[in-house]
């Protein structure tokens, strides 16, 4: 099993869609539906024995929960902020920009 790259918190952004967000959970391999997989294109369908990020994610017209392969993101280190409304009820913004989970979030 593959060490996950990214961690909890951290702004990552899609290698080949234009949309960013913050990591809020991760699957050490993929752990969503067949149905899910095989809709995705075969020749950019992600290996299933990898990382898979759960994200709150922007683009320019909206916010929305991602799943998205480790071979698909890219550290984001703009130092932007993200904007999506769920990322409060977990995360704290530091000074520097990152997000650090709440105490209360922990499990």
Same mark, same amino acid.
């Not at 020749?43 to 759960?54: I, L, T």
């Not at 704290?92 to 650090?100: A, L, P, S």
């Given at each position: 099993?593959? *060490? ?27 752990? !969503? ?21 759960? &994200?709150?994610? *922007? ?12 071979? !698909? &993101? ?13 990322? *409060?009820? &977990? ?9 650090? &989970?709440?105490?209360?979030?922990? !499990?």
């Amino acid at each position: 099993m593959q *060490e996950a790259k990214f961690s909890i918190g951290q702004v990552v952004r899609h290698k080949l869609f234009p949309f960013r967000g913050v990591v809020f959970d991760v699957d050490p391999e993929f752990s !969503n539906t067949d149905e899910w997989l095989d809709a995705i294109p075969e020749p950019v369908r992600p290996d299933r024995k990898q990382p898979f990020y759960h &994200l709150f994610a *922007e683009n320019s017209d909206s916010h929305y929960v991602a799943y998205v392969s480790e071979q !698909n &993101l890219i550290a984001d280190d703009t130092g932007e902020p993200v904007e999506h409304p769920q990322i *409060e009820l &977990l995360f704290d913004e530091t000074d520097d920009g990152e997000y650090k &989970l709440r105490p209360e979030s922990l !499990n």
